[in-house]
T-cell receptor, first 110, second 115 residues
Framework: DQQVKQNSPSLSVQEGRISILNCDYT??????FLWYKKYPAEGPTFLIS?????DKNEDGRFTVFLNKSAKHLSLHIVPSQPGDSAVYFC?????????FGTGTRLKVLA | DTAVSQTPKYLVTQMGNDKSIKCEQN?????MYWYKQDSKKFLKIMFS???????INETVPNRFSPKSPDKAHLNLHINSLELGDSAVYFC??????????????FGEGSRLTVL
C-alpha cells in the first residue's frame, strides 16, 4: 500500500521555465511534507518542507503547495536551471517514520 | 563537519557472510533511521529508533539487527547475506520534538553488493 505516490516518473523542462512536480498521499495524519533532491551516489538533500497546517511555503526559487482536501502537494521550481536536473522525492512524516514517494526524474534542458 | 556519517561507503561481499554498517550523527537528534534504496530506487524505511529504543521495524527479516549504543549512533548488522540484500542503505536522523522544518537528515549511503 503506497501511501505517498509520485505518478510521473520523469519530467523534461526547458531552462528558465517552470518545473512542477506532483505528489499524492492517502494518510491524513501526516504532519509535515517534504521535498528532497537526489543525485546518483549521494544521499537525498532536503529542499523545502511544509507543515500540514499551511498551504504554501516559499524559499527562493522553490515553492511547495499543499492541498489537504485533495491530499496533494506540488513543488514549483521557477526559473528552472540545468543544475536542477536530478531525482526529486516527496516525503511525508508520520509517527516515527518518513514515507517517500517513488521519485520523479527532472531533466532541465539548456 | 558531516552531520550524518556512515561507513563504509562501499561494501562488496559473498553470500552467507555477515557485515556491519556504522552510522553516527552529530546533530543532537533524538531519532535515527535506516532506509533501504533497492534496485528500483525506492526509499523504504527499515527501522527507526528514538532515544536508543527501537520504535519501528518495518517487517525486516531478523537477519538484520540494528543496535543503538547511544542517541548519536545507530549501527546495522546483517547476518547470512543474500543476493537480494544488495542495495544502498541510508542512515538518517531527525528531531521529532521542536524544529521548524520537520527535516530528515541523510547520510551519504552505503552501497552493499552481495556476490
Amino acid at each position: 500500500d503506497q501511501q505517498v505516490k509520485q505518478n510521473s516518473p520523469s519530467l523534461s523542462v526547458q531552462e528558465g521555465r517552470i518545473s512542477i512536480l506532483n505528489c499524492d498521499y492517502t494518510n491524513s495524519m501526516f504532519d509535515y511534507f517534504l521535498w528532497y533532491k537526489k543525485y546518483p551516489a549521494e544521499g537525498p538533500t532536503f529542499l523545502i518542507s511544509i507543515s500540514s497546517i499551511k498551504d504554501k511555503n516559499e524559499d527562493g526559487r522553490f515553492t511547495v503547495f499543499l492541498n489537504k482536501s485533495a491530499k496533494h502537494l506540488s513543488l514549483h521550481i521557477v526559473p528552472s536551471q540545468p543544475g536542477d536536473s536530478a531525482v526529486y522525492f516527496c516525503a511525508a512524516r508520520g509517527t516515527y517514520k518518513y514515507i517517500f514517494g517513488t521519485g520523479t526524474r527532472l531533466k532541465v534542458l539548456a | 563537519d558531516t552531520a550524518v556519517s556512515q561507513t563504509p561507503k562501499y561494501l562488496v561481499t559473498q553470500m552467507g557472510n555477515d557485515k556491519s554498517i556504522k552510522c553516527e550523527q552529530n546533530l543532537g537528534h533524538d531519532t535515527m533511521y535506516w532506509y533501504k534504496q533497492d534496485s528500483k530506487k525506492f526509499l523504504k524505511i527499515m527501522f527507526s529508533y528514538n532515544n536508543k529504543e527501537l520504535i519501528i521495524n518495518e517487517t525486516v527479516p531478523n537477519r538484520f539487527s540494528p543496535k543503538s549504543p547511544d542517541k548519536a549512533h545507530l549501527n546495522l548488522h546483517i547476518n547470512s547475506l543474500e543476493l537480494g540484500d544488495s542495495a544502498v542503505y541510508f542512515c538518517a536522523s531527525s528531531q521529532l520534538a521542536g524544529g521548524s522544518t520537520g527535516e530528515l537528515f541523510f547520510g551519504e549511503g552505503s552501497r552493499l553488493t552481495v556476490l
